[in-house]
């Protein structure tokens, strides 16, 4: 158990809908990422969120929007979803942004399908 | 932009003997992050091993060993005495300590342990 925890495990919806993933980091984490893998395809990184603020993007789609509260947990909001969008969503957690935090800890993930 | 390239997308090998996994990967930096992340079936991303840059040193985990190779650029994973519980997939991952800390995945090796 790396300390992340994910909600929904499983998520079924439909095209065009919204949804919201969320994650909750290691006790003590400032730092969350969001990563995205398509069925038997590698993690690809969305977004990174270090105490409340937007640190980096990768390749998410504008469709996609993130936040982290003040209590640190993160939300990831997927909208207008499309057959494509059924993917494994990743959460993971480090310390922070120095070298020290280079390991980051992943939650189980939030298999979303889009119907 | 960093890139991890795994070029054996399958491999297979009996109980007990021992398999290499291959992993290269692009980059101007001199001092990165590399690791090995374990996918069983249950989808949950497990660190295997972690490996500095700037440590000349081989990593050792148990019966996972890397061979890194900084001027060639790879980053090979051996798993000696290789067991059922071992099938899964495997990613290799590059991570900077300048950019933000966002992980760089490749597109994976499905490895089957045969009895």
């Known amino acids: 158990d790396s300390g992340v925890t994910q909600t929904p495990k499983h998520l079924i919806t439909a095209t065009g809908q919204r949804v919201t993933l969320r994650c909750s980091p290691r006790s003590g984490d400032l730092s969350v990422y969001w990563y995205q893998q398509s069925l038997d395809q590698g993690l690809q990184f969305l977004i990174q969120y270090y105490n409340g603020e937007e640190r980096a993007k990768g390749n998410i789609l504008e469709r996609f929007s993130a936040q982290q509260f003040p209590d640190l947990h993160s939300e990831l909001n997927l909208s207008s979803l499309e057959l494509g969008d059924s993917a494994l969503y990743f959460c993971?957690?480090?310390?922070?942004?120095?070298?020290?935090?280079?390991?980051?800890?992943f939650g189980p993930g939030t298999r979303l399908t889009v119907t | 932009a960093q890139t991890v390239t795994q070029s054996q997308p399958e491999m297979s090998v009996q109980e007990a003997e021992t398999v290499t996994l291959s992993c290269t990967y692009d980059t101007s930096e001199s001092d990165y992050y590399l690791f090995w992340y374990k996918q069983p079936p249950s989808r949950q991303m497990i660190l295997v091993i972690r490996q500095e840059a700037y440590k000349q040193q081989n990593a050792t985990e148990n019966r996972f060993s890397v061979n890194f190779q900084k001027a060639a650029k790879s980053f090979s994973l051996k798993i000696s005495d290789s067991q059922l519980g071992d099938a899964a997939m495997y990613f290799c991952a590059y991570r900077s300590p300048y950019n933000n800390n966002d992980m760089r995945f490749g597109a994976g090796t499905r490895l089957t342990v045969k009895p």
């Open positions: 993971a957690s480090s310390v922070g942004l120095d070298r020290a935090s280079y390991e980051q800890y």
